[in-house]
């Protein structure tokens, strides 16, 4: 918990930790998330694995240096040989394994070129699961650009900024505030926002945004108006400090590919237009609103669950 955001820094649930491209090769990879170091690979089965990064034996980063073998990850230390759900099953120098060699195996989901792993502070199963994307399955949709950004802030902020109608107009330069309906139902939060495009040559175009929530990493964001658009939009928190934002964009593959390509540059721009605002700000526990921003404190509530 920091100062600027007293809020718990981690809350539970699917996080994205890599883009199935970036383990093409298999790994491992090091990865930095909810305050750990992580190690994520791909068994020779073709599944996803993610354990803690230090070896049991003496501590060595199993991501620097380590390497797959068959359903596990050889340690470049002293060889020994971690499989996927964290026990050792070889040391290459002895014939019993010690009882505790054993470090944690987080849950990992793989879907629509997303790797993503299930965080809880403690060992309780998930609760819920992302589902597949219908359209990324499609041959009328086909995937556009990935875009990834480093930010000093808290997922929370990231996300509350959807359901703030007024910055929409001061920050993004949205001619009105849009009209936002929140529902809410367990752990997804959906919301359909009424806007104005401005669209080619100035003219403005009333459009569409809805937002589907499933937990705090993970939401779908899709676009009618000037061109059709869906994205992925995921938040992962690296440290107390840090948070990983990741866009992956689909187009229809019948639609004009350059509008939605520019929409999807215009929205990139728009969190770019984020960025000072959240590194910069503090939290609000008890924010002063005006009538129209009780979405902010709904969503909040519904937040409020993940911790
Ligand atoms: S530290 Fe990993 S095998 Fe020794
Ligand atoms: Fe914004």
């Known amino acids: 918990m920091s100062a600027r955001i007293p809020l718990p820094p981690f809350p539970r649930g699917w996080f994205q930790v890599a883009s199935s491209d970036e383990l093409s090769a298999g790994g491992p990879l090091p990865l930095r998330c909810f305050g750990r170091d992580l190690v994520l690979f791909r068994t020779q089965d073709g599944e996803a694995r993610v354990l ?9 980063h199993l991501g620097i240096g380590g390497r797959v073998e068959q359903d596990g990850i050889r340690c470049p230390f002293h ?5 996927g759900n964290g026990r050792c099953v070889r040391i290459p120098y002895a014939d019993t ?18 790797i993503l792993v299930h965080h809880t502070s403690g060992d309780e199963p998930p609760s819920f699961e992302i589902p597949a994307l219908p359209e990324a399955r499609s041959p009328a949709w086909s995937p556009g650009m990935n875009r990834r950004w480093r930010i000093r802030t808290h997922v929370q902020e990231a996300l ?17 505030r849009p009209r936002t309906e929140l529902e809410i139902e367990g752990h997804v939060i959906r919301s359909r926002s009424a806007v104005k495009q401005k669209g080619p040559g100035g003219r403005v175009v009333d459009g569409t945004i809805t937002w589907e ?26 440290d107390d400090e ?6 992956a964009f689909w187009h ?14 215009e929205v990139s721009r728009q969190l770019e237009e984020d960025i000072p605002i959240w590194e910069n700000k503090i939290y609000r526990p008890q924010p002063v609103l005006c009538p129209g921003e009780k979405g902010i404190m709904t969503f909040r509530k519904w937040s409020s669950q993940f911790r």
């Open 160 to 176: 509350e900024n959807i359901v703030d109608p007024a910055h929409f107009v001061t920050v993004h330069g949205m001619s009105e």
């Open 79 to 83: 060889g020994w040989v971690i499989s």
């Open 252 to 265: 229809p593959s019948d639609g004009p590919r350059r509008l939605g390509e520019a929409l999807a540059a």
């Open 52 to 60: 803690d990064a230090h070896c049991p034996h003496m501590g060595a």
């Open 242 to 247: 840090l948070i990983d934002v990741r866009f």
């Open 213 to 238: 929530g499933h937990g705090m990493g993970y939401g779908t964001i899709r676009f009618t108006g000037i061109a059709e658009l869906l994205f992925v939009n995921t938040v992962t928190p690296v």
């Open 97 to 114: 394994i010690p009882p505790k060699a054993a470090i944690r195996s987080w849950d990992v989901r793989e879907l629509d070129g997303m």
